[in-house]
């Protein structure tokens, strides 16, 4: 019998886009041992790396995807540390989370959900890290935030990650010249164009 859960099999593994090596780096670069995923849909490649993980999605095949026994013995299988693996999922939306331990996190994940940065970096603990992209304008949107601050960033080719801590102030600078908007931002869920980009940022929560 195939261990392999098919959604994940179908959404990450067949269109070789699990990020394998992106959590590997972030996990052993910042020891991080507890994370945050809102928006996650069956994204549980951070589970190999991380060993207690909280992912939260209002998809209706999420519920049973990690009701599954399948799961935890699928992780298991392909974790990267000695301790049993801890996956938390909660059906919610993240905008409205209630019951959650506030600077509880090590980090928080971002990716192609909304503005999580907003709505979830009290769950994230003081120096704790935020992982962010340009999806839907979440990044400009930390980037303008005071709570958090810049400090890498993640270029991709392939399967393969590069994290640089190099030239940053030549990031979130806009093609037109114009300041970013974060009412914009807000109103269209997406940032303006920028003269340089990355597949993705790293930001430290600082307050």
Known sequence: ??????????????????RRLLFKMLADMFKIE??????????????????????????????????????INYVNQEKDYDKNPTINYLNIDFTKITGLEVNNYDILI??????ISKYCKQYLKKNGILLSNNSH???????LDNSFR?????????????????DLKKYFITKNGI??????????LKGPGYIKTAYAY????IK
């Open 1 to 18: 019998m195939e261990i392999i859960p098919k959604l994940y099999r179908k959404h990450y593994i067949d269109k070789q886009d699990e």
């Open 34 to 71: 507890k994370g945050l995923y809102p928006g996650s849909f069956v994204h549980i490649t951070p589970s190999f790396y991380i060993q207690n993980m909280t992912y939260i999605d209002t998809d209706k095949r999420c519920y049973n995807f990690f009701n599954n026994e399948n799961i």
């Open 110 to 115: 971002s990716l192609y959900s909304g503005f």
């Open 137 to 143: 304008g979440d990044a400009p949107l930390a980037f």
């Open 150 to 166: 810049l400090i890498a960033v993640i270029t991709r080719n392939g399967n393969k990650f590069f994290i640089s801590m190099d």
């Open 179 to 188: 300041p970013i908007d974060k009412i914009k931002i807000e109103e269209n």
């Open 202 to 205: 790293i930001f430290k929560k």
